[in-house]
């Protein structure tokens, strides 16, 4: 295992994201959800220090690192009670599927801006009728058939139809990277395919969806009414599939993963403060086992969590994507379970305290169960290892 285990760049790395996020915290995020606003200045100074393009290609102005230091980046920026959702999408999602996929058109038109901040990329593949199951995609392309007499096939237009919904951060997004599905001309089956979709494309609609997750990234519900784009819109090969959407899935599950356990961290860090100065009786209330036991338990189900996080990363950045699959399918699993206890737990240790908007941490009940829900159920990650992992037969 010693090759999971952090480096010395990985953990002067830590402690340069964590001052930063110090700097910020908790009540920098609170004001600007509190204002409707975007985490602009903390997106931007992170940009400038090069940790939202960390794992990008140098050759393309980001640091030649992997998910591995990107997924460091985004625990201790949670860790400091002021994560980055859009890391997730953008450098993550986006950012690797362009960087391993994309031409060298796309790369150099994407890849610097989104690792210096000026441009950001939304990810829509959830559907409203489709849930989990990217097999029943029903966002369709198509080549149009008006273009000029003579035009090569694959140099066609396409025309893009569909819904996506619980699409982060589209408001502020310059680009969608939307999943659609083509059909295979030889089998006449649907294929999944990514193309890049102008935020001012005509036909590109979007509805804010009214959500009790109190964020500073909005969700919204999208429609593409016969989207006219260029042939250059599709990202890598039009027969590589899932390949593609994977490479840019397992990344997602990881990023989840760093996400949960940062936001673990945060709230029970709050709880050990105030268990180590709490007295009612004489002694402070961290004192008993009935306060101590739960919060020791959260915190080793937090470093677990964070070791299969750790391996799933180091799986992914050597190139390994069918063992990163199972490792990051576990690490998102693990480390939601991990958040969602250490945040009831911590919220538990102080009280009525916890309930107050003085310490903040009732808002994160809410958010710490985004883990268990998306990007993927827990419910299908367990289908997931008991199918992959195990062997055992599916029910659907």
Known sequence: MASVLETD??????????????????????KVI?????????????????????????????????????????EELGAAGCPLLMMVVSPAICGTVIARFGTEEQKQEWLPALADGTRTMAFGITEPDAGSNSHRITTTARRATDGPAGQAEG???????????????????????VVGRTADARTGKLKPCLFIVPRDAPGFGRRQIDMELHGAEKQFELTLDDVRLPADALVGDEDAGLLQLFAGLNPERIMTAAFAIGMGRYALSKALVYARERTVWREPIGAHQAIAHPLAQAHIDLELARLMMQKAALLYDSGDDVGAGEAANMAKYAAAEACVKAVDQSVHTLGGNGLTGEFGLASLITASRVARIAPVSREMILNYVSHQTLGLPKSY
């Open 155 to 177: 140099q066609a237009d396409w025309i893009l139809s569909g819904r996506k919904v619980f699409i982060s951060g589209v408001d502020i997004a310059d680009a969608t990277l």
């Open 34 to 74: 509190a204002e409707k606003a975007h985490p602009t200045e903390l997106w931007a100074e992170a940009a400038k220090l090069g940790y939202l393009g960390v794992n990008l290609p140098e050759e393309y102005g980001g640091g030649g690192g992997g998910i591995a230091e990107l997924s460091i980046v985004l």
């Open 9 to 30: 760049e990985h953990k002067a790395l830590r402690a340069a994201v964590s001052a930063l996020g110090n700097r910020y915290g908790r009540a920098y995020l609170a």
